[in-house]
């Protein structure tokens, strides 16, 4: 499967913006879905993650309460919607999918890759 993230940009402060992950090759519902992102200069960290029936869902502790992950799996897409982005959101982000079930937050669990999209929030 191959995965293209779409949807970054410049916004700032309080703004928000929604990430998208399309895929081809295959159909999406056959894989666990992750978000990741990365800031200059640190490592790649969890953002989000949804399993493959998107029955459930996991976020990291900064992104709880603002992100929201779902998936359609008939249009073979997974969002991620960002509410009151911070400056310290900004980052580069990458969509990732795994064929095992039930959700993970380590790069290492993810068999697939999409390039990144970069979302830059000013102060």
């Known amino acids: 499967v191959q995965l293209q993230a779409s949807g970054g940009g410049l916004v700032q402060t309080g703004d928000s913006l929604r990430l998208s992950c399309a895929a081809s090759g295959r159909s999406l519902s056959s894989y666990g879905v992750g978000w990741f992102r990365q800031a200059p200069g640190k490592e790649r960290e969890f953002v989000s993650a949804i399993t493959q029936s998107g029955g459930a869902t996991r976020y990291s502790v900064s992104a709880k309460g603002r992100f929201t992950i779902s998936r359609e799996n008939a249009k073979n897409t997974v969002t991620l919607q960002m509410n009151s982005l911070m400056p310290e959101d900004t980052a580069v982000y990458y969509c990732?999918?795994?064929?095992?079930?039930?959700?993970?937050?380590?790069?290492?669990?993810?068999?697939?890759w999409g390039q990144g999209t970069l979302v830059t929030v000013s102060s």
């Open positions: 990732a999918a795994r064929e095992l079930p039930f959700t993970a937050t380590r790069p290492e669990d993810y068999d697939y």
